[in-house]
């Protein structure tokens, strides 16, 4: 079955940088877009990037171009999400997402805080 599974989270100060990672399993990983999301306290999740399988396309949400930077490795069947400049507002849940045969998949999401 489609698996998503984020790690790399965790308490980081203001202009620290953080590294997150969404392992997969159960589907041809290379063929499918991959979404980061996160889920601030008390907001609706929202886009951060995205990824084509092969990994020669990508987008932003305009708020974070510049900060975040989305790759992917499809040896790996893993996407990373590099988080710079991190700022407090960035605090938040973040998961991965796939859709596969029109079916949305969700990781649990790794909690990502940006405190002093």
């Known amino acids: ?8 989270g965790g308490l980081v100060q203001p202009g620290g940088s953080l590294r997150l990672s969404c392992a ?18 008390g907001k609706e999740r929202e886009l951060v990037a995205a990824i084509t399988g092969a990994g020669g396309s990508t987008h932003y949400v305009d708020s974070l171009k510049g900060r975040f930077t989305i790759s ?40 990502v805080t940006v405190s002093s």
Not at 1 to 8: A, H, I, K, M, R
Not at 28 to 41: E, L
């Open 1 to 8: 079955q489609v698996q998503l599974v984020e790690s790399g």
């Open 24 to 41: 997969a399993s159960g589907f041809t990983f290379s063929n499918y877009v991959i979404h980061w999301y996160r889920q601030a306290p």
């Open 72 to 111: 992917r490795d499809n040896a790996k069947n893993t996407v990373y999400l590099q988080m710079n400049s991190l700022k407090p507002e960035d605090t938040a849940v973040y998961y991965c997402k796939v859709t596969v045969r029109g079916v949305y998949y969700w990781g649990k999401g790794t909690l």
